[in-house]
């Protein structure tokens, strides 16, 4: 009596990539490009020029002397610059499914913003930017920075010479929680909060200080040693804007980074695990393929 044939083993079928390992852990679902990157160095050289430039600035030079048009002057270009950023950010990487959680994102810091306007320093927002930037990437944060803090100055009647500054120090802010270096063994859980939370106490700090230097030098109606001397040094400018932050500022500063621990502590992983859910469903940069039937 002979055997039966045995049947054949189906022969197993090519494993099917899963949705949510589209985008790898540590790695931004939006990448930046050479053109973006090189955009970005453009418009953060514009800009670092537009804070600084009153402190080399010849006293004497035309420049000085048209002190009170700069701020229009530089709020036209910088616009125009973080346009450009933003074409090019989209042109390398921005679908329509990172576009709309861009839209969400930034409609959500921008209504947070105005809860604590005007109240020591209390501004939720900037928790929200740490950790958008941190799960989306410095190019992601970048343009959402920017995009929120205009959105909020609408919304809030915040337009002004200000506005431009106010987006490419908040576009910094978001970015650089961009850069921090990625999940890993020793850099998750508890650990990874902690890192956003120092970083948003030092970035709340900085933002302060950087949009101080925004406006103090053309503060000269103020007849102290605190005041911006075009006829000074550097040495001495600099010691006089560090007396002008802690006299005038310090407070909102320091409330600013203390919201933005605490929310970071006891928000932050909540959040976190909602945003890498979020673009791991998205699955931003994911090829669409066709399978024949």
């Known amino acids: 009596m002979t055997a039966a ?23 931004p679902p939006v990448r930046l490009g050479p053109r973006s990157v090189a955009s970005l160095v453009l418009v953060s050289a514009v800009g670092a020029a537009g804070f600084t430039w ?4 010849d006293p004497g030079s035309q420049v000085g002397t048209h002190a009170q048009d700069a701020p229009w002057l530089f709020t036209g270009l910088l616009v125009l610059l973080v346009a450009v950023v933003a074409a090019t950010i989209s042109e390398s990487g921005l679908g329509p499914k990172a576009v709309a959680m861009l839209g969400v994102l930034a409609a959500t ?23 958008s930037g941190r799960v989306l990437g ?26 431009p500054f106010q987006m490419l120090a908040m576009g910094w802010f978001t970015l650089g929680a961009g850069l921090l270096p990625g999940p890993g063994r020793w850099l998750r859980g508890r650990a990874e909060v902690a890192l956003l939370a120092v970083y948003g106490l030092v970035a709340a700090f900085a933002y ?26 550097l040495a001495a400018n600099l010691t006089r804007f560090l007396a002008y932050c802690l006299a005038t500022s310090l407070g909102w500063d320091l409330g600013r980074a203390v919201v933005t621990v605490v929310l970071t502590f006891f928000l932050g992983p909540a959040v976190l695990k909602a945003l890498r859910r979020a673009t791991r469903r998205a699955a931003f940069e994911a090829p669409v393929a066709f399978e024949h039937a």
Do not use: K, Q, Y
């Not at 009153?54 to 600035?57: E, N, R, T, Y």
């Not at 810091?109 to 950790?131: C, K, N, S, Y």
């Open 109 to 131: 810091g921008a209504a947070l913003r105005p809860i604590g306007a005007g109240t020591a320093g209390i501004e939720p927002m900037f928790f929200l930017m740490v950790l």
């Open 5 to 27: 044939p045995r049947p054949e083993a189906a022969a197993p079928s090519p494993p099917r990539p899963d949705r949510d390992s589209r985008v790898r852990p540590g790695s």
């Open 138 to 163: 410095p190019g992601f944060g970048f343009v959402l920075g920017n995009v929120t803090m205009f959105a909020s100055a609408l919304l809030t009647g915040g337009v002004g010479p200000w506005l």
């Open 54 to 57: 009153p402190l080399f600035a």
């Open 208 to 233: 302060g200080t950087v949009m101080n230097l925004a406006g103090w030098p053309f503060m000269g109606a103020l007849a102290s040693n605190i005041a911006f001397d075009p006829h000074a040094g």
